[in-house]
């Protein structure tokens, strides 16, 4: 159960995009659609942004999309606003009911 | 609205035990798993366990298997984690979440467990 492996640190002006990766293995991220991606501004609880790869709940602009190719899954940030600067971390299911967090990647809007 | 709020943790020795619990509230509590996950002092996310609806099966991150025990009581709309055995590196602010879909829908603001002597 080794954690996901996410870059520290992704960086961007206000406007730009940014893509985070989130790699894992065939039992984890290559085997099932269940890939979650979370925010979390300082001191806060994280919160759901995107589940099953790439479907964002309600409430979460459309800026924050998700995707997955073989073992490594991303969360793309479009037009960056000062906001989504928080940490990300992608989740994904790792069979037996049991799950497995990534590493985190700190986002800084320059 | 959906509300999770967790209580419980503290200051512990090592070796200690410590029961969390967290009160849910806005939806129907015995129609969802739940799981409890921990975060170490400026470290990432771990998922530690979760509970069927009905308490009947119970998964365990392996670090935690043997020592920390997940319970629910659906009358009461409660979920548990009894931390026996504690150890320094179980130090985290832990979180209650609601699970939907297989990812984590709604958190509660996490209690802070503190092992040390």
């Known amino acids: 159960q080794s954690a996901l492996t996410q870059p520290r640190s992704v960086s961007g002006s206000p406007g730009q995009s940014v893509t985070i990766s989130c790699t894992g293995t065939?039992?984890?991220?290559?085997?099932?659609?269940?890939v979650s991606w979370y925010q979390q501004h300082p001191g806060k609880a994280p919160k759901l942004m995107i589940y099953?790869?790439?479907k964002r709940p309600s409430g979460v602009p459309d800026r924050f999309s998700g995707s997955k190719s073989g073992n490594t899954a991303s969360l793309t940030i479009s037009g960056l606003q000062a906001e989504d600067e928080a940490d990300y971390y992608c989740?994904?299911?790792?069979?037996?009911?049991?799950?497995?967090f990534g590493t985190g990647t700190k986002v800084t809007v320059l | 609205e959906v509300q999770l709020v967790e209580s419980g943790g503290g200051l512990v020795q090592p070796g200690g035990s410590l029961r969390l619990s967290c009160a849910a509230s806005?939806?129907?509590?015995?129609?969802?798993?739940m799981s409890w996950v921990r975060q170490a002092p400026g470290k990432g996310l771990e998922w530690v366990a979760n509970?069927?609806?009905?308490?009947?099966?119970?998964y365990y991150v392996d670090s935690v298997k043997g020592r920390f025990t997940i319970s629910r009581d659906n009358a009461k709309n409660s979920l548990y984690l009894q931390m026996n055995s504690l150890r320094a590196e179980d130090t985290a602010v832990y979180y209650c979440?609601?699970?939907?879909?297989?990812?984590?829908?709604?958190w509660g603001q996490g209690t802070l467990v503190t092992v040390s002597s």
């Open positions: 989740c994904s299911y790792a069979g037996s009911y049991r799950y497995v």
């Open positions: 099953d790869v790439s």
């Open positions: 509970i069927k609806q009905d308490g009947s099966e119970k």
């Open positions: 979440a609601r699970e939907v879909l297989y990812s984590r829908g709604n």
């Open positions: 806005g939806f129907t509590f015995s129609s969802y798993w």
């Open positions: 065939s039992s984890d991220v290559g085997g099932y659609n269940y």
